[in-house]
């Protein structure tokens, strides 16, 4: 290394912490060596201490042992938001209710309003409705144990389309047999005819309630709840399907009800396809996703440890061994990380969501490169070592400031992302969970490993077997030559590493150092990616629909079919409009109130008018009424039948004066992300220029149209401060330019990230800023590397091809494995059931490939050919002969007598 009064000032702080480094780690490493059972029995301490807190996690959820959190209000929301912060004030006062929906659609093309379907819709409602329980706490419970009144004389809340049409119990089976004898009489009695005498038994107030009950597949099409029978019947004869619902009181045994009721439908066959949703359903689809990922974590698992083997279970330094169990120890660090992670957070009280079930894929993708720069460190040092104090100190020394440089400044990525994201607890606890993988991953791979690795060494010192090590070889490694000797272990003496290496550094580095068109065509790749993708940005989506984060093949997949098939892509929504302490005797506040309830149900989407009690006391006082009139006229009102309907849209405080009031307004949704924000943003706007002190809330206004609106802006802005932390970060540990230059890559990658996702027309969404964060914090390691060999121990007078060809011959072979790996960590998810995963997938290999392409040839030959520029403007000859023979000047380190670790 160059002289300290030859550095600039921009390079004496990294040289310094460097410096600093290099001591630690030779002391670590020496320590290790001398006591490696106590180091590995320290760090297996340690792993062993977190896993118990895995038994702590919080959530309503079950994945394996484990307690996940599957609320997607808790989980997915932004919880700063206007409309989460409405949402919860409007529940906090009036409780939401759980329900089961059933979608009942008929089999091979039948008519949804013949007897046959009727009566089967009715069995399947009658089921739930009378038969169906279930056991909680020694008791058993039916569904008129767990529903919802409106008081206790009422009876349970309950909508169904065919009780609509036939009524219930035995007025139902007499409109049936009739119904039955109108379609033997199909003559005197078509279905335009026998659709219309159902619908002539409707009362005419339900009317409206049609459109709701019934999928036609032309919800614009409806003609009105003033229509006549002969319209309402014509439009209602292209009935696909029917919608039935249940309402319950929140608590376990409704949830266990749920459940029961949705794996009854699922199993039920008859005329009738039913499909279901319940209150409970997408989080118990997030259940599902954790599951599958199980078995893809074991394929994952062994892929990995196949790989490893084949690429180091012989490249020992040591001639003639073979280290199979140390290639299978070094890919379980990354598992042993992610679950002392898991349980960190729960020693923490901080739950853990679907994407947690990633840690262990992103463990094993971001820890095992530490594993082969590691082995590579070791194999460096020849086999004419047998100091193992020497050794490790060595060793450590070398692979420790890399591993501890990119470990840094990946934490330092997820750690600006989990304090941007503190309002997003889904994302949060993913964020927090990643930055305890990397340093338990760090501390395994610098103690642990190298622990084993001394123990590796002692038994090939021993001439022991690598899987039988308490038995001795029947061959002495002094005389053996430098290929293991058993059949065994030349099934794995591929020489795939040596090969690797050799490629890099005798074809890649050469052709980086030397070759103009390989120089040309590298930056150009990199610049037109880099200006196609930031071209590209404006267009960059937003939004996802919810049926990512359901396995394809789920029952819930049939009844979103069946949803947007029979309701035109809409669903129903009940908005709630909480008043705040309504001023009924004031004049003015009525009028605004009548204004308001008047514009909404005025409008195309509207279901039917707002449903709303102060409205209809405001419709009975005089314009000159007071508060005593409005008093009296509303005891009135709730002195009659129709405090059945509206006690629980009525909330009073100690004294009797009325705290608040809810209004309820049945309107049509999209289910597009975009066009329900667009129609969520229209219809609050509407609210918020009424005059009044009105709330409208809705769980999707708080959970989909609020990240929706701000979820492109969080990725821009979470990444761009990942960037300014890992600048910072690297600055510790490079000279400023070479900082700026790894940073430049990874927001080239990012840039390129966006450009892939834009053209592919995936969109912003929780998936896509998982993956954006995860591009800077793993992209950065091979960048980092690459600046980092090309500055380390280098005489900063070399030009750029010079020190970009001996960086490539340096670590251009661990960067293309740590490619490689992540590849195989993320890689099989592409094959998991659910959407969601694998747009991950497919987005991590896209930063994975585009990380190691920019890495390990665009930013070298960019580098190369600008270096190649500054000799030839400078009249210097810039030809291989110049970089041949020139060797970097290790440091190396010996024990000195006292025991302290100094460079010679």
Same mark, same amino acid.
């Given at each position: 290394?160059?002289?300290?009064?030859?550095?600039?000032?921009?390079?004496?702080?990294?040289?310094?912490?460097?410096?600093?480094?290099?001591?630690?780690?030779?002391?670590?490493?020496?320590? +290790?060596?001398?006591?490696?059972?106590?180091?590995?029995?320290?760090?297996?301490?340690?792993?062993?201490?977190?896993?118990?807190?895995?038994? %702590?996690?919080?959530?309503?959820?079950?994945?394996?042992?484990?307690?996940?959190?599957?609320?997607?209000?808790?989980?997915?929301?932004?919880?700063?938001?206007?409309?989460?912060?409405?949402?919860?004030?409007?529940?906090?006062?009036?409780?939401?209710?759980?329900?089961?929906?059933?979608?009942?659609?008929?089999?091979?093309?039948?008519?949804?309003?013949?007897?046959?379907?009727?009566?089967?819709?009715?069995?399947?409602?009658?089921?739930?409705?009378?038969?169906?329980?279930?056991?909680?706490?020694?008791?058993?419970?039916?569904?008129?144990?767990?529903?919802?009144?409106?008081?206790?004389?009422?009876?349970?809340?309950?909508?169904?389309?065919?009780?609509?049409?036939?009524?219930?119990?035995q007025v139902a089976e007499n409109r049936l047999r009739q119904l039955e004898l109108m379609e033997h009489n199909s003559s005197h009695w078509p279905l335009s005819k026998r659709v219309a005498w159902l619908v002539s038994e409707i009362p005419p107030p339900q009317w409206a309630l049609v459109q709701v009950h019934f999928g036609t597949g032309r919800v614009d099409a409806f003609p009105g709840a003033g229509a006549s029978v002969d319209a309402l019947a014509e439009w209602l004869i292209n009935s696909k399907v029917l919608l039935a619902s249940f309402n319950l009181q929140d608590g376990e045994a409704s949830k266990l009800f749920e459940r029961e009721a949705l794996r009854w439908v699922t199993g039920s066959s008859g005329a009738l396809r039913v499909s279901a949703t319940t209150t409970a359903s997408l989080g118990d689809e997030c259940v599902k996703?954790?599951?599958?990922?199980?078995? %893809?974590?074991?394929?994952?698992?062994?892929?990995?440890?196949?790989?490893?083997?084949?690429?180091?279970?012989?490249?020992?330094r040591i001639p003639g061994h073979t280290q199979l169990m140390l290639a299978v120890a070094g890919c379980f660090v990354p598992l042993l990380?992610?679950?002392?992670?898991?349980?960190?957070?729960?020693?923490?009280?901080?739950?853990?969501?679907?994407?947690?079930?990633?840690?262990?894929?992103?463990?094993?993708?971001?820890?095992?490169?530490?594993?082969?720069?590691?082995?590579?460190?070791?194999?460096?040092?020849?086999?004419?070592?047998?100091?193992?104090?020497?050794?490790?100190?060595?060793?450590?020394?070398?692979?420790?400031?890399?591993?501890?440089?990119?470990?840094?400044?990946?934490?330092?990525?997820?750690?600006?992302?989990?304090?941007?994201?503190?309002?997003?607890?889904?994302?949060?606890?993913?964020?927090?969970?990643?930055?305890? +993988? %990397?340093?338990?991953?760090?501390?395994?791979?610098? +103690?642990?490993?190298?622990?084993?690795?001394?123990?590796?060494?002692?038994?090939?010192?021993?001439?022991?077997?690598?899987?039988?090590?308490?038995?001795?070889?029947?061959?002495?490694?002094?005389?053996?030559?430098?290929?293991?000797?058993?059949?065994?272990?030349?099934?794995?003496?591929?020489?795939?590493?040596?090969?690797?290496?050799?490629?890099?550094?005798?074809?890649?580095?050469?052709?980086?150092?030397?070759?103009?068109?390989?120089?040309l065509v590298g930056a150009t790749v990199w610049m037109g990616f880099v200006v196609a993708s930031a071209v590209l940005l404006p267009d960059l989506g937003q939004g996802m629909?919810?049926?990512?984060?359901?396995?394809?093949?789920?029952?819930?997949?049939?009844?979103?079919?069946?949803?947007?098939?029979?309701?035109?892509?809409?669903?129903?929504?009940?908005?709630?409009?909480?008043?705040?302490?309504?001023?009924?005797?004031?004049?003015?506040?009525?009028?605004?109130?009548?204004?308001?309830?008047?514009?909404?149900?005025?409008?195309?989407?509207?279901?039917?008018?707002?449903?709303?009690?102060?409205?209809?006391?405001?419709?009975?006082l005089q314009p000159s009424a007071g508060q005593s009139e409005a008093e009296a006229a509303t005891e009135k009102f709730f002195a009659s039948s129709m405090h059945e309907l509206y006690d629980w849209d009525l909330q009073k405080d100690g004294s009797g004066t009325i705290e608040s009031a809810r209004c309820r307004f049945f309107v049509w949704q999209p289910m597009d992300s975009k066009k329900r924000?667009?129609?969520?943003?229209?219809?609050?706007?509407?609210?918020?220029?009424?005059?009044?002190?009105?709330?409208?809330?809705?769980?999707?206004l708080a959970i989909h149209v609020a990240r929706y609106k701000r979820i492109k802006q969080m990725v821009l802005d979470s990444a761009a401060c990942s960037f300014i932390a890992v600048f910072a970060a690297l600055l510790f540990f490079l000279p400023v330019r070479n900082a700026i230059l790894a940073v430049g890559n990874v927001v080239a990658v990012v840039a390129v990230l966006f450009g892939c996702m834009t053209l592919s027309g995936i969109t912003c969404n929780t998936i896509s800023f998982s993956v954006c964060v995860m591009a800077i914090g793993f992209c950065v390691d091979y960048s980092c590397h690459i600046v980092h060999f090309a500055d380390h121990n280098v005489d900063r007078k070399l030009p750029w091809n010079a020190r970009m060809g001996h960086s490539l011959r340096e670590c251009g072979f661990d960067v293309l494995q740590g490619c490689a790996t992540a590849f195989l960590g993320v890689g099989l998810l592409a094959f998991h059931g659910a959407m969601a995963f694998r747009i991950f997938a497919a987005l991590a290999l896209i930063i994975t490939g585009v990380g190691g392409l920019f890495a390990l040839w665009c930013l070298p030959a960019l580098l190369a050919l600008v270096g190649r520029i500054q000799e030839a403007l400078r009249g210097s000859s810039v030809y291989p002969e110049q970089t041949e023979g020139r060797a970097k000047a290790d440091v190396a380190i010996v024990i000195g007598s006292s025991g302290a670790i100094v460079p010679s």
């Open positions: 290394m160059a002289g300290d009064s030859s550095l600039a000032l921009d390079a004496w702080l990294s040289h310094r912490i460097v410096a600093l480094e290099e001591r630690f780690f030779a002391w670590l490493g020496a320590w +290790v060596g001398r006591r490696p059972k106590a180091a590995a029995a320290l760090v297996m301490l340690v792993y062993a201490a977190l896993f118990p807190g895995t038994f %702590l996690l919080q959530g309503d959820g079950k994945l394996v042992y484990m307690n996940l959190d599957t609320e997607f209000l808790t989980t997915f929301t932004l919880t700063d938001t206007p409309e989460y912060k409405n949402y919860k004030l409007g529940t906090s006062i009036y409780p939401e209710v759980r329900f089961v929906s059933l979608a009942e659609s008929p089999r091979n093309g039948q008519s949804a309003l013949v007897a046959d379907s009727l009566r089967a819709a009715l069995d399947v409602e009658s089921h739930i409705s009378s038969s169906l329980s279930i056991s909680h706490d020694g008791k058993q419970y039916s569904f008129e144990d767990l529903c919802v009144r409106a008081s206790s004389k009422t009876p349970c809340r309950f909508s169904s389309a065919a009780s609509m049409l036939v009524g219930s119990g996703i954790g599951t599958s990922a199980i078995p %893809l974590l074991g394929a994952t698992i062994l892929t990995m440890v196949a790989y490893v083997v084949i690429h180091l279970g012989a490249e020992t990380a992610s679950a002392g992670s898991l349980g960190l957070l729960g020693y923490m009280g901080i739950k853990i969501n679907i994407l947690g079930c990633m840690a262990p894929f992103l463990g094993l993708a971001a820890g095992i490169d530490c594993f082969f720069l590691m082995v590579t460190s070791v194999n460096s040092i020849g086999p004419e070592e047998r100091d193992h104090e020497q050794l490790m100190a060595c060793a450590v020394s070398r692979g420790g400031v890399a591993a501890t440089t990119t470990t840094v400044t990946s934490m330092a990525a997820f750690i600006t992302s989990a304090i941007t994201t503190i309002h997003f607890p889904g994302f949060f606890s993913f964020s927090l969970a990643l930055v305890f +993988v %990397l340093f338990l991953n760090w501390l395994g791979m610098l +103690v642990l490993m190298p622990a084993v690795m001394v123990l590796n060494e002692r038994r090939m010192l021993a001439n022991r077997r690598d899987l039988f090590p308490c038995v001795r070889r029947s061959r002495n490694t002094s005389t053996a030559d430098d290929r293991p000797h058993s059949i065994f272990a030349c099934c794995f003496n591929l020489d795939l590493g040596r090969r690797g290496r050799q490629a890099v550094s005798h074809h890649l580095a050469p052709l980086i150092e030397r070759n103009l068109a390989c120089q629909p919810d049926r990512y984060f359901i396995i394809d093949d789920s029952p819930l997949q049939v009844y979103f079919d069946d949803i947007e098939q029979g309701f035109d892509k809409t669903v129903p929504m009940e908005l709630g409009l909480l008043l705040q302490q309504p001023q009924l005797g004031d004049s003015s506040y009525r009028a605004a109130l009548l204004n308001l309830m008047t514009e909404l149900g005025n409008r195309s989407d509207a279901i039917m008018p707002p449903d709303c009690w102060p409205v209809y006391v405001a419709q009975t924000s667009d129609h969520a943003g229209n219809l609050l706007a509407v609210v918020a220029q009424a005059d009044l002190p009105v709330v409208a809330y809705h769980e999707s």
